[in-house]
């Protein structure tokens, strides 16, 4: 991979950064993962990348062991076997990590160049104790991923105007170490929301605000298959049954069979016939079909998404053990064994 120059470097603040990113059953992200880590533009003296292994199956940990012996970038491999939570894993990186800002992102995440350049410095501001950047979807051939883009489906612009509180999703957050220190550290038993719940903990005391860092952007990929989507957006229910419990958040309102009549009702007679009559306009046959499935599909991929998110929130319940808050060992910590 050969890295794009920067076109905005600035060295004026640069606090140590420690990156930390888990993985499971990540083998065909590692290489660009690891190539996307070793463009970025911060300045190296001032930064640790850590790569958390959650008890892969696959080559995941050997093709980290590899990087990890091979690349001349500052990249220590951890591992967090005895939980199988991404934030199980994010724990045992910030554990080990020794950064003043720990910055997070996912396997499948493609950091730019400047990611974390842009994401650290609004923490120049005293206040600021969480730093939420732009994700963004990679290039994508399929119906599922234009659906996904045209939606904007992971923007942090949505869970930065959450009714309730403000927050950041982990595949772009930036959060202060003393955050970590006074409110703990993520529940490690948490499967999913976890990153709101942090956030809403972080900005319950009063003493923290969350910032958005519009140019510091990761790309990220959307889903390609009709269970993939499904299942993102089921996970996206249990986690609002989950912060429900929590933190007192209201739950979705699930669509009624009116509700679904209505919606199929206006898809057949109003969008199905706009979107076909649209067509005549278009230059070329080829965008012409994709342009008219891509509105076609709209409703009915909607209903999917919000019948996934309902069953997600009406069929899952918060584990009492998820309840548990993990906080910064006092002393060096011997469950995560650097590899």
């Not at 049954?241 to 007192?248: D, K, Q, T, V």
């Not at 919000?306 to 006092?330: D, N």
Request: charged letters at 20%; a neutral charge; hydrophobic letters at 35%.
């Amino acid at each position: 991979m050969v890295c794009p120059s920067s076109s905005s470097r600035y060295y004026g603040f640069v606090p140590k950064v420690s990156v930390i990113v888990p993985i499971y059953n990540g083998e065909t992200d590692v290489p660009e993962l690891i190539a996307c880590l070793g463009c970025q533009t911060y300045p190296t003296a001032q930064v640790e990348y850590i790569v958390v292994d959650n008890g892969s199956h696959d080559r995941t940990r050997q093709l980290l062991e590899t990087a990890v012996s091979s690349t001349s970038l500052p990249l220590r491999l951890v591992n967090e076997t005895s939980i199988q939570s991404s934030y199980a894993a994010r724990n045992a990186g910030i554990c080990t990590a020794s950064g003043d800002v720990y910055a997070f992102t996912d396997a499948d995440c493609r950091p730019d160049p400047d990611w974390l350049l842009h994401l650290v410095q609004p923490f120049v501001e005293a206040e600021v104790g969480l730093v939420a950047g732009e994700i963004i979807a990679l290039p994508g051939t399929t119906f599922l991923e234009r659906y996904a883009d045209r939606h904007e489906t992971l923007s942090q612009k949505h869970t930065l105007t959450h009714s309730f509180r403000p927050y950041g999703q982990t595949a772009n957050l930036a959060v202060r170490r003393t955050v970590f220190e006074q409110t703990g550290l993520f529940r490690p038993y948490l499967t999913t929301g976890g990153d709101a719940d942090l956030c809403w903990r972080v900005l319950q005391s009063g003493q923290w605000r969350i910032q958005f860092a519009e140019q510091s952007v990761v790309r990220h990929r959307h889903r390609s298959t009709l269970g993939a989507l499904y299942s993102q957006w089921r996970r996206y229910g249990c986690s609002n049954r989950y912060l429900s419990e929590l933190h007192g958040v209201s739950l979705m309102r699930e669509m009624s069979v009116p509700d679904y009549l209505y919606r199929c009702g206006r898809w057949l007679f109003k969008e199905i016939p706009a979107a076909c009559l649209s067509a005549t306009g278009l230059p070329s046959r080829a965008t012409s079909i994709e342009s008219v499935f891509d509105r076609l599909i709209d409703t009915p991929l909607d209903l999917l998404c919000r019948h996934a998110r309902a069953q997600g929130q009406r069929q899952s319940k918060l584990p009492e053990v998820a309840r548990q808050v993990a906080y910064l060992p006092t002393v060096p910590s011997s469950d995560a064994s650097s590899g």
